[in-house]
């Protein structure tokens, strides 16, 4: 399928003139798209409920479109809840699903009444120190071995650090009624990234199971079942589109099947991050050099410090040269940031049109896991982050970083030159 952007570049040569390069730009209309049709296709479960993954984008103005649209988030640390509560989500309304957590996290998590998803059973004496254990109640299973669809081994839960092994969910739920919780949640999370449209229906299955094993086993309530995040999206052209409605529809099937005529009828919950708004999200970057060696390289103002996925994990992102859509993909470049970091490169061996230094880049499908892993090697700056609103209009929803924040931390040294302004 051909990649498209909801912006021409005449659109994008307007918003550089108010935002320099380089950018995050979100859609807010294909932020809200595509979480009405996840809603869809789960709204046979009624209590379903999206636990948006803060990590994928961490920024208050797309949380409380979120919000809007009547997400909860799915937190992971102290600075997560934070963004939670200042946006007004608290209560059930977060899912804290952490692991190796900090004492003071799981004391602020209480403290907002947050829905606690435990990785590990240790975590429940310390749980019972720091913040208390609640009524309500989630634990993350991992089965062990490896996860199958059919005969497609689609991740290693062996060898993963989260999670209960099914023994430890009996003594630690059986432990955690002793300790007065009165409804249970069962999450898991076995693979990543996964276009697979069996990947959801397969999981819920094993959950389901899990889930009935459970009750029969400790008579406890399993008030919800909670998915998890990992459904992928089509970063290649060549790639499958997730088929969202298909999944939620299969796993209706999985559902019926292991609890109809039962008095088990859970609420459905996902945490999806990638789904929601990786497509929604575009790094926008200015070509400002090209290098002929034994290469072609083009120089681009962005660096993996904006956008670490291509060289964290070899990542494809599409590139799209803005204005030349059409052109014949008949060069052949890398494109690359500044970092002195040899995998600094957004794309290699890639077939583009002839780019000329000035061109403007869209790097497709940043919006989850793009800019909030951007670090600051090499002095680098993270970027603004930008909103185009549903009436066309864009705002700034997050400034650009300037040295002044980055030296931030050496402020109690005083040192001139460092902590004044540019
Ligand atoms: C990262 C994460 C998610 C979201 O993952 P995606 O791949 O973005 O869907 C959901 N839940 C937990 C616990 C996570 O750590």
């Not at 869809?40 to 409920?49: E, L």
């Not at 299969?250 to 497509?279: M, N």
């Not at 603004?384 to 549903?390: I, V």
């Not at 402020?411 to 001139?416: A, E, V, Y």
Request: glycine fraction near 8%; charge should be negative.
């Amino acid at each position: 399928m051909k990649k498209t952007l909801p912006y021409d570049k005449a659109k994008i040569e307007a918003i550089i003139k108010e935002y320099p390069t380089p950018f995050h730009i979100y859609d807010e209309h294909g932020l809200r798209t595509r979480v009405r049709a996840l809603q869809k296709a789960f709204s046979w479960n009624k209590g379903y409920k999206e636990y948006y993954a803060v990590k994928a984008c961490p920024n208050p103005v797309l949380m409380q479109i979120l919000k809007e649209e009547g997400c909860g988030m799915d937190c992971s640390s102290y600075a997560e809840l934070m963004l939670s509560e200042a946006v007004g989500i608290v209560a059930d309304n977060i899912m804290f699903s952490s692991n190796a957590t900090p004492a003071k996290d799981f004391e602020y998590a209480r403290r907002l009444d947050a829905i606690i998803n435990l990785d590990d059973i240790s975590h429940i004496d310390f749980l019972a120190k720091h913040g208390g254990i609640p009524k309500t109640i989630c634990c993350r299973f991992n089965p062990g071995g490896e996860f199958k669809i059919g005969t497609q081994i689609m991740g290693n839960p062996a060898d993963a650090k989260y999670g209960f092994t099914r023994a430890q969910l009996t003594e630690g739920m059986k432990k955690l009624k002793e300790l007065g919780v009165t409804e249970f949640g069962l999450h898991s999370f076995l693979s990543s990234n996964n276009t697979d449209n069996m990947y959801y229906p397969t999981l819920a299955k094993l959950l389901f199971e899990t889930a009935k094993e459970l009750h029969n086993e400790l008579g406890i309530k399993i008030g919800f079942i909670n998915l998890s995040g990992g459904v992928g999206i089509p970063y290649r052209p060549e790639d499958a589109e997730t088929d969202i409605q298909f999944v939620g529809d299969k796993v209706h099937e999985a559902y019926e099947a292991a609890f109809a005529g039962t008095d088990l009828q859970p609420r459905i919950f996902t945490e999806l991050g990638r789904y929601v708004s990786g497509p929604v999200g575009t790094l926008v970057t200015t070509v400002l050099h090209e290098k002929k060696t034994y290469k072609d390289f083009i120089g681009c103002d962005a660096c993996a410090a904006n956008l670490m996925r291509p060289a964290m994990y070899g990542a494809y992102h599409h590139v799209t040269v803005l204005g030349k859509e059409d052109a014949p993909c008949d060069h052949l470049y890398d494109i690359t940031g500044s970092l002195c970091e040899s995998n600094d490169r957004f794309a290699i061996d890639r077939k583009l049109p002839k780019i000329e230094i000035g061109d403007i880049l869209a790097i497709h499908d940043t919006g989850a896991h793009g800019f909030s892993m951007g670090y600051n090697y090499n002095g680098k700056l993270k970027s603004a982050e930008l909103l185009l609103c549903e009436d066309g209009s864009v705002k700034m929803i997050r400034r650009a970083e300037t040295t002044k924040d980055y030296f931030a931390t050496f402020d109690f040294l005083h040192l001139p030159r460092l902590n004044d302004e540019e």
